[in-house]
C-alpha cells in the first residue's frame, strides 16, 4: 500500500532526532559544558545543578530515540511523533510562562525560536498529518475489503 505521507517528513524527523539525541548526550555526559558554553542563556534560569542537567538529557535522548523510530517509520511510529511534540510543548508553555513571569530575558530569544517553539510546531504538524494520513489509511483499506 503506498503511503501517502509527504516527503519532508522523513528527513525533518532524522535531524529533530539526530539533534535530540546530541542535545542529551551533551546534558548527561557534560552537563557542565551543556549548562555554562553550549547553549546561550542556560545560566540565567538559576543555579547549576549537575542532576537536573543530566536528568534533562536523559530525556532528550528517549525522545531522540523515538523520533528515530519514527523516522524509520513514520506511519507505524505516529505515538513517537505525538510524545515528542507533547514534550515540545510543554517545553515551550515553560520557557512562555517564564518570560511571562520575568525570570528569562529575551536576550537569546532567537535560540528559543529557532531550538523549542519551531521544532515544537513541526511536530505538532507532523503528528497531525501522520495521524490524518493513518485515517485515510484505514478507511481505504477499510473500503477494499
Given at each position: 500500500m503506498k503511503s501517502n505521507i509527504p516527503r519532508w517528513i522523513v528527513p525533518v524527523l532524522w535531524i529533530m532526532a539526530v539533534l535530540d539525541i546530541v542535545n542529551g548526550i551533551e546534558m548527561f555526559f557534560f552537563p557542565s559544558a551543556w549548562f555554562f558554553k553550549l547553549v546561550p542563556g542556560v545560566p540565567e534560569t538559576?543555579?547549576?545543578?549537575?542532576?537536573?542537567?543530566?536528568?534533562?538529557?536523559t530525556f532528550f535522548l528517549a525522545v531522540g530515540v523515538g523520533l528515530v523510530f519514527a523516522a524509520i517509520n513514520p506511519g507505524r511510529n505516529a505515538?513517537?511523533?505525538?510524545?515528542?511534540?507533547?514534550?515540545?510543548?510543554?517545553?515551550?508553555?515553560?520557557?512562555?510562562?517564564?518570560h511571562a513571569a520575568g525570570l528569562l530575558s529575551t536576550e537569546h530569544l532567537l535560540t528559543e525560536i529557532l531550538g523549542i517553539y519551531i521544532p515544537a510546531i513541526l511536530l505538532i504538524a507532523i503528528t497531525a498529518i501522520l495521524y490524518s494520513q493513518s485515517d485515510e489509511t484505514r478507511t481505504a483499506a477499510a473500503?477494499?475489503?
Open positions: 538559576g543555579p547549576y545543578n549537575m542532576h537536573l542537567v543530566m536528568d534533562g538529557g505515538i513517537a511523533v505525538a510524545v515528542a511534540a507533547v514534550a515540545g510543548v510543554m517545553h515551550s508553555a515553560l520557557h512562555l510562562y517564564s473500503r477494499s475489503a
